[in-house]
């Protein structure tokens, strides 16, 4: 009994890990094509791609990310002067407090 116990923790953490290694992979490849959106000014892209994001980073309690993602999903031609700098704020936020967060708490969890 015991030993199952054990198998089905690890599955759990397995399975965690791995949401979250998909998340910090999306995220980035994401960010990516947001920059590639803007400058062709593909705004259903850019909905598409914020409307995708936005409740993954509700879940994790991302505030200040979560609220750029929903201007992102509501941005029109008329917005487009922030549009830049609401991504660059969105991705140094990512990288430098969400990213670094997850992946400490993924070494925590797998030690």
Known sequence: MIILIICIYFLIIEGIVNIYQHFLAE???NLENLKIYVDNKDYKGI??????MTSMFAQINAKRESEILIYLNKVTNESISDLHSQIHKLEQLFNNECKPAIESYLKKIMQ
């Open 27 to 29: 995220t980035d490849t």
């Open 47 to 52: 909905k598409a791609i914020a409307h995708k």
